[in-house]
Nanobody, 120 residues
Framework: QVQLVESVGGLVQPGGSLSLSCAAS????????MSWYRQAPGKQRELVAA???????NYADSVKGRFTISRDNVKNTVYLQMNSLKPEDTGVYYC??????????????WGQGTQVTVSS
């Protein structure tokens, strides 16, 4: 069994910063891509950022230049540093990772979600 556990989000003023983390645990053989998604009220879940085990990154246009995704492959942890936050960044943030538990078994895993609210 594997799981992803996210850090607690929070309330931050516009222009502020917040950092999230997400740690994978359990029987882990390999994790290639780790990602952050978010879901705003009344909207579909969207990809925010993704990172491969080799360090290649991909960002949604709306967060480029403001958010930074990173990971620690030894700790199986992914981070999201969010700067210059805007009210439209408000939502529930989820981490995601297809976790290879055995050479030919992959479990698509999601964190429990953490609320980020950007408001004055």
């Amino acid at each position: 069994q594997v799981q992803l556990v996210e850090s607690v989000g929070g309330l931050v003023q516009p222009g502020g910063s917040l950092s999230l983390s997400c740690a994978a645990s359990g029987r882990i053989f390999n994790i290639n891509v780790m990602s952050w998604y978010r879901q705003a009220p009344g909207k579909q879940r969207e990809l925010v950022a993704a990172i491969t085990s080799g360090g290649s990154t991909n960002y949604a246009d709306s967060v480029k230049g403001r958010f930074t995704i990173s990971r620690d492959n030894v700790k199986n942890t992914v981070y999201l540093q969010m700067n210059s936050l805007k009210p439209e960044d408000t939502g529930v943030y989820y981490c995601n990772a297809p976790i290879q538990t055995m050479p030919q078994t992959v479990v698509d895993s999601w964190g429990q979600g953490t609320q980020v609210t950007v408001s004055s």
